[in-house]
């Protein structure tokens, strides 16, 4: 089987009687699925991105983007991630002194499984998150918390293929302006350890114009419990010219 972020794609497999691995990583689409009960899933990382204008480029490479999940019910997991950033501006090619690193804001919350895939009936996943300041390094504090909620959403299309689109908003950057914010995906299993997705994003912020953005995958089961993803992506309108990232998700063994 393969599976990943908000997709997944199955094998029957007589041998095989662990839950599937279904990660929240490395797409933008977050899965409608929890993690089983008493499970501890480990999601972790690396991203780069950059954007040029006017000769003035930023970059932000982010060594750890972990996300911890926990079933602490059939339906119902709790969720804690964090990531430590650097982010360089330069100037015609060269590098200005204004570095900025450090953890950004610890993020907190819930994820419920309300129902499975019946007939035209989707898999359907309620998250809901709140991003700390006092957990942040001063270049990455805001002064206000910041919320975010989405429906997750995902339907089998056929044995080899699956599309996955979430909703919701966001608050944040010390903004009482909510952002819209939407994704859909499609994956495809090329075998029963290699998986493909393409993914289209992006929000819609009420004080300013909307970002849309994709990127595209692969994924590969390394084990039942051990995944490895890779990810290369840009924005569609301004604001990024390109990402770069990897990573793997673990569930550890009960």
């Given amino acids: 089987m393969v599976l990943f972020g908000g997709i997944w794609c199955s094998f029957a497999q007589e041998t095989d009687v662990s839950p599937e691995l279904i990660t929240d990583r490395p797409d933008a689409t977050e899965a409608p699925s929890t993690v089983p ?27 750890n983007t972990t996300l911890l999940r926990y079933g602490i019910l059939k339906n119902l997991e709790l969720r804690l991630g964090w990531n430590f950033e650097e982010g360089r501006t330069s100037f015609n090619g060269a590098q200005l002194d204004n570095i900025s690193s450090g953890l950004s804001p610890l993020l907190a919350g819930v994820k419920i499984n309300i129902t499975e895939e019946n007939g035209a009936m989707p898999t359907i996943g309620l998250i809901g998150h709140i991003f700390l300041p006092f957990s942040a390094a001063t270049d990455y504090r805001p002064e206000t918390t910041g919320v975010d909620f989405r429906f997750a959403f995902d339907h089998t299309l056929s044995e080899k293929s699956t599309i996955a689109y979430n909703i919701g908003a966001q608050w944040g950057n010390d903004s009482p302006e909510a952002a819209y914010i939407y994704t859909v995906a499609y994956g495809y299993s090329m075998t029963d350890k290699l998986g493909f997705y393409a993914e289209l994003y992006g929000d819609f912020p009420e004080d300013n114009k909307a970002n849309h953005l994709w990127d595209a995958g692969v994924t590969y089961l390394v084990k039942n419990n051990l995944q490895l993803d890779a990810t290369i992506g840009t924005s569609i309108t301004e604001g990024q010219d390109l990402l770069i990232s990897a990573g793997l998700s673990y569930r550890i063994p009960k």
Avoid: D, N, P, R
Avoid at 37 to 63: N, R
């Fill in 37 to 63: 009960l008493g499970t501890l899933q480990i999601e972790t990382g690396a991203f780069y991105t950059s954007f040029e204008k006017e000769s003035i480029k930023q970059e932000v490479l982010a060594y």
